[in-house]
Each structure stands twice: as C-alpha cells, then as structure tokens.
C-alpha cells in the first residue's frame, strides 16, 4: 500500500517516490503527498517527475474501489517513467492549500450544527454540508459564528484510535452518508481544540485563523428534514 504522507502532514508539497506499477489506470508509488478524492475532497493535481526530466502531469488522484490503492491519473505518456525509478513528486500547493481552508471550515460548520451530516462537496473556493435538519438557518448569524471560531486561532492535530475505539464511541461520527474506513485497523482523527473532534482523512489547516474570513452564501432546503448550507470564501462571494 502508497504510504500516505498527507494524513501525518499536510503542509507537504515535495517528496520523492518509487514508482510501483503503471497501468491503464495510472501510476502508483511507495509513498505521496497527493491526497485521493474521497470524503467530498477532490484528489491533488501536480506533476510527477523522473531523473531524466521527463514529467507527467498528474490531473488528479482517486483510490481503487477494490484495493484501495492510490492512482496517479496521467494526461501525458508513461513510457518514459519506469517501475522502479525514483521520481520526484510536486503537488499544487496553491490549490490544495485552499481545499486545507475550506474542509477545515467544514468542521467549524459540525461544531456549530447540531445535527447528523447527510452529504458534502468541496471544491475551490467554496463547500457544502448537508444536514438531517428541519429548522431553518440563520445565514447572517451562522456566518459571524464561523467567523468567530476562525478569528479564536484554535489549533489543530491529529491523533489515532482501534476500530474498537471508535466502536465505543460512536458519537464521534457525525456522518450519515459515509463511515470512516476500517481497512487499515485504526481510525484518524481530527481534533480542532475546543470545537470539533471526528474521524477524518482530509487535508486541514494547523490552525482555524488559516481559514480567512468565510460567509455562509446559501441555506437550501433539500427534503422535509434536510438543510443544505454553502460556504465561500468572503472575498470571494
């Protein structure tokens, strides 16, 4: 299995890697920084480069439904890059840094509603959560409740439990539509002191004064007991 390097840092944006397999599927490796989409985050793009320069553009990153492996989608030719060469690993930091921001903004939102999560996307500059929630929302009063928990500067870590752990304590899922995954024999979670713990295999920000400025743009009312609110960036909603 790729050794994962993004769940113990996500800051990374360089490593090296061995290649392990190319196939049509795309390209694997012993270890790397890009993060696979999954838990409504999209995978990494960047590049993958060998010692002969040759470099392969890598359009994103998804797991194997059956092995769970991670695969390097490629738009270019994998003939120059051989299984066993050492490579160098480049994700893109600009836009992986804003997905960090606003999945950690996600958290902030659990914290603030009290209510089972049903769904939710991340894309650039924006997100949203689904909720199991008849009530309304306030927008205004939800926005300055994620703004103060931003401007607070709670930090963040990380920290590992069995799935007897967890099976324990189960209210520390707050989501309906996915489990966290069992495979591995131990669940991560993410910890924002003071606000939110729950298991979590994303990218986040070591501390929620990273986030910036956030309003919430859209409460939607998705079913009889199901509210969908969407979050932007304030400076650019």
């Known amino acids: 299995m790729t050794d994962t390097l993004f769940q113990t840092d996500s800051y990374l944006r360089h490593c ?12 694997q490796l012993d270890q790397t920084i890009f993060y696979a989409t999954a838990g ?3 995978g990494d793009t960047g590049t993958i480069t060998n010692s002969d320069g040759v470099r392969l553009n890598v359009s994103t990153t998804v797991k194997d439904r059956d092995s769970a492996e991670h695969i390097h989608i490629v738009d270019d030719d994998t003939s120059g890059i051989a299984v066993g060469a050492v490579v160098e690993l480049d994700i893109d930091w600009q836009q992986r840094y804003r997905y960090m921001r606003m999945h950690s903004c996600m958290h902030l939102l659990c914290a603030l509603i009290d209510a089972p999560v049903t769904g939710g996307s991340i894309q650039d500059g924006r997100a949203r959560l689904d909720f199991d929630l008849s009530e309304p929302v306030d927008k205004v009063k939800l926005t300055q409740a994620l703004n103060a ?11 590992w ?3 007897e752990d967890l099976d324990a304590q189960p209210d520390l899922v707050r989501t309906l539509s996915a489990k966290p995954p069992r ?9 924002f002191e003071g606000i939110d713990l729950q298991p979590c295999g994303g990218t ?23 509210r969908r609110i969407i979050v932007k960036f304030a400076d650019e909603a």
């Open 16 to 27: 090296s890697a061995t290649v392990t397999q190319i196939d049509e599927r795309g390209v």
């Open 40 to 42: 409504g985050q999209p």
């Open 149 to 159: 928990l931003i401007g607070a500067d709670h930090t963040m870590s990380v920290q």
């Open 161 to 163: 439990i069995t799935n």
């Open 183 to 191: 495979t591995s024999g131990k669940i991560r979670l993410v910890n």
């Open 204 to 226: 986040h920000v070591a501390s929620t004064a990273e986030i910036g400025e956030v309003v919430v743009a859209k409460v939607e009312k998705k079913g009889r007991q199901n």
